[in-house]
């Protein structure tokens, strides 16, 4: 079945397909022998087919029509008629009549009661403001010179200005600075599944990988030396893994579950390596150039 040979060729065996789906091993075996008849539900077995093609990187819907003569559909029972016609006998009593009869009456009603209302309040808001209006306008008069005093007091100087000005430019400078010496992360290319890297401008190269749910990852350098190949998962308390690569060249990283995979170069996250619209693997090439440009 094409669900197999997308597992055995993302090199994964049935137990970290397990540790990854949370189903049994028993179902996955009995999906790739197309032996539906061990599952416990018809639900059941395209519930388990979808979770195993994304493990995999396929596309559910592709395998569900690939497959469609062979995998069982789920469907609802019908209603029987008389149920049906029992129920619509129930569901409109003489007393529900009237009530529909008289509801737009009581609804005119409480239209013409909320239009009186809004009138009456519109009418003593402008009463209320003009008997305000002379008051407020003496009170404004006798605090206008009191308040342009407070003003001409508060004032700063010329020379706070000076001030103040060359601590911002200072701020300023030391903000350039630092982001000439900070290193720098530069994607020299990106498709649907597949991204390269460039780390630059610094001499550490400390990698994390880490999942918000599970997702089985490898890492391997640039002589295809696998590094670290394993399962993620937050529920056995292993989701994530911390590696100093500093001496390495390149490094290439698999992710069978992109949107459940998260990456870090040097603390700082690397948020659009793993793209959460990809349901299925991904790749990413980080190429160090120690303390280059």
């Given amino acids: 079945m094409r669900l197999k040979e997308a597992r055995e060729a993302r090199g994964m065996s049935l137990d970290e397909l397990q540790e990854v789906t949370k189903i049994q091993k028993r179902y996955l075996i009995g999906i790739e022998d197309g032996n539906y008849s061990m599952m416990p539900g018809?639900?059941?077995?395209?519930?388990?087919?979808?979770?195993?093609?994304?493990?995999?990187?396929?596309?559910?819907?592709?395998v569900f029509e690939q497959y469609k003569n062979e995998i069982?559909?789920?469907?609802?029972?019908?209603?029987?008629?008389?149920?049906?016609?029992?129920?619509?006998?129930?569901?409109?009593?003489p007393n529900s009549s009237k009530m529909m009869e008289m509801l737009p009456k009581v609804l005119i009603a409480l239209a013409a009661i909320g239009v009186g209302v809004l009138i009456w309040w519109f009418i003593a808001s402008m009463n209320g403001n003009d008997q305000a209006k002379e008051p407020a306008d003496s009170k404004n008069k006798s605090v206008k010179y009191e308040e342009t005093e407070d003003i001409v007091d508060k004032a700063p100087s010329k020379g706070e200005?000076?001030?103040?000005?060359?601590?911002?430019?200072?701020e300023k400078e030391k903000k350039k600075d630092k982001a000439a010496s900070g290193q720098m992360l530069e994607a020299v290319e990106t498709n649907a599944n597949n991204a390269v890297y460039e780390l630059k401008n610094t001499e550490k190269f400390e990698l994390k990988l880490a999942t918000t749910k599970a997702s089985w990852v490898s890492i391997s350098n640039a002589a295809g030396k696998n590094i670290y190949k394993g399962t993620l998962?937050?529920?056995n308390g292993n989701e994530s893994q911390t590696f100093d690569l500093s001496g390495e060249s390149e490094i290439k990283i698999i992710a069978g579950f992109s949107p459940a995979t998260e990456l870090y170069i040097n603390g700082e996250k690397v948020e659009e390596a793993f793209p959460q619209e990809n349901t299925g693997r991904q790749d990413v090439t980080i190429k160090f150039i120690k303390g280059g440009e």
């Fill in 233 to 235: 998962d937050i529920a």
């Fill in 161 to 170: 200005d000076s001030e103040k000005e060359s601590r911002k430019n200072n």
């Fill in 72 to 93: 069982p559909a789920t469907y609802n029972e019908d209603i029987p008629e008389q149920l049906s016609r029992v129920q619509s006998r129930k569901s409109f009593s």
């Fill in 42 to 62: 018809k639900f059941y077995v395209r519930a388990f087919i979808k979770q195993y093609a994304e493990a995999v990187g396929l596309d559910p819907e592709e």
